[in-house]
């Protein structure tokens, strides 16, 4: 059991294999956070070793018996209304227009094992011996409001995933305006806030700042959880690296409107606190109803973030992504959409197969444009039914000749989406989310349907399972391409419509869950304009998304690096696309655009029918490769050796098993050509790896310790090797 209770203590302690979380219960009423970080043997008491020190004055003296004040201890489920004037986790307004809350211990549980999160996407046990689920009750006497905090501790990974469950067990109606996920207090400030900022195109930069007094935070305002900020921060000491230093990690399962934030407080101690962002946001709690917060996942690694990513990889591959293709191989597909656009027929789409199929290609995937009237962007979302005129024998037709290729078929749809311009739109003018008398504001010429209405959401399901049943399709592409304006719903009274940003990713949830669980076989890849819903939450419905629209080899270099620091490489769709670039501009070598799509879900995004005869030599040399490395790359665990966002070089290692795969980017060439020396991680010193390409051997100490030089010698170039261990 991972989960121990000292009684007389009052203290629960939460070990994984290396960290511990403790919480304590201060005169049978406070719950307060203790301890996160390296594991310990035992924690003795509360009142020994008080982890707080402070001049009280101004701070409200709400526990008189240790003449203290929750304003300065570290509280684990904080609530606005008395004396902790810091951000809190929960705020209730109440029928008599106040919105005090006063949490208390009220009881706890342990179980073996790890619950469903009702709606919501979570990670999940297979047997339960995997995990050990902490459930603390706390409660508000005087409106009987509970808060359940639930801590699932793994018992193989350094994770715990934390939620709430908000229960109205008292006889008012209350309004929630902020239920967060978790709380966890640091004790010190230095540390820097790491997160992942981007944008279209350039999603997922690494940033780094330090903590200063008062607060710091990113968040998502567009019902999505954005290409802008990714729902994830790192609470790492200044001097961490990829290999050392304190680092903690708090990944948010959530595709909506989020927030990280982190306040410091007078006191120089750190409050970090996660969950559905309260702006915009509020939820009518009748008596008996219960609100159920998204989860958030939690590693410490005491050896900087390179071990951070990999217990995440290590988790979401393995006990987030479900169904068949957790486990088995992924096909390696060719996808038209660079290739033509919107301008295509089906004996464009068959040549672009048939010469795919010629080199290896898995799998033909027809992107945007097979249906309506969709010449262009800017109608037909909604009418999901095939144009003839670009397909005269229907989808069926084309997706069968490409299985008698021998390759299978996949195709794109984007259906939360409403084109003004489209039959849907005709029929049904009030089925795009709009506020009544307000402009209805496109993006991309489009709109997006309110999925919090049940009739909506029906229809997407069964316009998608339709066309589904109706051809042999093996693959989906699910593309989200612009952000909610103008929120409202007419499903919702006026006092529910601060609702509508979480019930809208509700709705998403259970559409994609009713269409996969219909079709098991089925490769579902997220998009959302390349990366822009990438997070923990869509893995639980997609085993992979597409990292972004960007396919220049450089920019993905730095969007690969961001994008793996959470998410598993399994995860991260990577293909290679036609110079010069149509995002960027620039050229660069076909072996170097393989090599960066290979360290993620490889596959092809142009028209093979234009390549030489010696580039198509090449082509068949990378799906040749790919597929004899690819248990490697998707089940490997990561090590990043150089970083993009660093220097002129990049370098990545996966190890799995006896297999290691080493990858060298040169991004600039040097005028002075010293040599940059990589040192691999993550072997077996005294076992020999043996290069299958050149027949060298080395041991494991050697090109731990030693290492490899490389000369940054030609811009854009790049050296991929394959060690077996002996
Ligand atoms: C955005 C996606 O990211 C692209 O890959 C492509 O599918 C287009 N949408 C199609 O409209």
């Given amino acids: 059991m991972s989960i121990t209770y000292f009684e007389k203590e009052q203290i629960f302690h939460l070990q994984t294999p290396n960290t511990s979380y403790v919480l304590g219960v201060l005169d049978g009423k406070h719950l307060l956070h203790l301890y996160y970080g390296k594991r310990i043997d035992e924690y003795s008491s509360i009142l020994d ?13 709400d526990v008189p018996e240790h003449f203290m004040s929750t304003n300065m201890l570290p509280m684990e489920y904080p609530c606005y ?3 902790d004037f810091r951000s809190p ?22 179980f ?98 330090p903590l200063l007094n008062g607060s710091m935070q990113i968040e998502s305002k567009r019902v999505t959880s954005s290409h802008h900020h990714s729902p994830f921060v790192a609470l790492a000491r200044p001097y961490a690296t990829e290999t050392q230093g304190d680092v903690y990690g708090f990944s948010f399962v959530y595709s909506g409107n989020h927030i990280e934030q982190v306040e410091v407080n007078e006191f120089d101690t750190a409050r970090v606190n996660v969950g559905i962002n309260p702006f915009g946001f509020s939820w009518q709690l009748t008596p008996n109803a219960e609100f ?28 987030l992504v479900r169904g068949k293709y957790r486990d088995e191989q992924r096909p390696v597909l060719i996808n038209n959409w660079e290739a033509t656009y919107f301008d295509f027929n089906e004996e464009k789409i068959l040549k672009i197969a048939s010469k795919a199929q010629s080199v290896g290609i898995d799998l033909m995937v027809l992107d945007d444009g097979w249906f309506g009237k969709r010449n262009s962007d800017n109608c037909s979302l909604g009418d999901w039914v095939v144009d003839r005129t670009k397909l005269p024998d229907g989808i069926e037709s084309l997706a069968t000749k490409v299985n008698e290729m021998g390759m299978k078929f996949g195709l794109w749809f984007e259906p939360e989406m409403i084109s003004e311009d489209s039959d849907l739109y005709r029929a049904h003018p009030d089925w795009c989310i709009h506020v009544e008398g307000r402009n209805r504001t496109p993006a991309r010429q489009q709109l997006m349907l309110d999925l919090t209405r049940a ?31 103008e929120l409202g719903s007419k499903s919702l009274p006026p006092e529910r419509q601060q609702e509508f940003a979480h019930r809208y990713v509700l709705g998403i949830y259970e559409v994609m869950e009713r269409i996969t669980s219909q079709f098991p076989d089925v490769l579902f890849e997220g998009c959302s304009g390349g990366g822009g819903r990438f997070d923990a939450g869509m893995l639980y419905y997609y085993p992979q998304y597409w990292t972004s629209d960007n396919t220049d080899g450089v920019e993905r270099l730095s969007i690969q690096h961001g994008t793996g620091m959470v998410m598993p490489a399994s995860t991260m769709g990577a293909h290679i696309s036609a110079v ?26 142009l028209d093979l029918n234009t390549l030489s005869d010696e580039e198509i030599e090449i082509v068949k040399e990378q799906v040749k490769l790919y597929k004899e490395i690819r248990d490697v790359v998707q089940k490997g665990e990561l090590y990043r050796l150089a970083s993009p ?5 990049t370098s990545w290692e996966y190890v799995y098993e006896d297999r290691v795969v080493l990858t060298y980017y040169t991004i600039r060439a040097r005028s002075t050509m010293g040599k940059t020396c990589i040192k691999l991680c993550g072997l077996d010193g005294d076992a020999k790896y043996t290069d299958t390409a050149s027949g060298k051997t080395y041991s494991g100490s050697y090109l731990m310790n030693v290492g490899l030089y490389f000369e940054d010698k030609k811009d854009y170039s790049s050296q991929l090797f394959v060690f077996q261990k002996q």
């Fill in 49 to 61: 070793n008080f982890p707080i020190a402070g001049e009280l004055a101004f701070s409200p003296i």
């Fill in 81 to 83: 209304g008395s004396a």
């Fill in 645 to 649: 966002f660093e220097g002129r070089n």
């Fill in 455 to 485: 009739e909506i959401r029906d229809y997407i399901v069964d316009s998608v399972c339709s066309v589904l049943k109706s051809a042999p399709i093996s693959y989906v592409k699910w593309d989200m391409n612009r952000n909610a304006t």
């Fill in 89 to 110: 986790a929960f705020h209730a307004e109440y029928e008599d227009g106040s919105s005090v809350t006063c949490f208390e211990y009220e009881s706890y549980e342990i």
């Fill in 112 to 209: 073996k094992g790890k619950k469903k999160l009702s709606g919501l996407p979570a990670t999940y046990v297979e047997d339960e011996s995997e995990a050990d689920t902490l459930e603390i009750t706390l409660c508000d006497r005087l409106t009987g409001v509970r808060a359940v905090l639930s801590y699932s501790v793994f018992n193989t990974v350094d994770a715990i995933a934390k939620s709430v469950c908000v229960k109205n067990l008292g006889n008012q109606t209350i309004q929630l305006k902020t239920a967060l996920s978790s709380t966890v207090h640091l004790f010190d400030k230095n540390y820097e806030f790491v997160h992942l900022e981007g944008a279209w195109a350039k999603e997922r930069s690494i940033q780094k700042r």
């Fill in 580 to 605: 010069p670039n149509h995002q960027v501009g620039r050229t660069t070598p076909l072996t170097f655009r393989g090599h960066v799509a290979m360290a993620g879900q490889f596959g092809y995004e």
């Fill in 292 to 319: 159920q917060t998204p989860e958030v996942v939690l590693t410490y690694s005491d050896c900087g973030f390179g071990k951070m990513s990999r217990t995440y990889h290590k988790l979401y591959r393995t006990r």
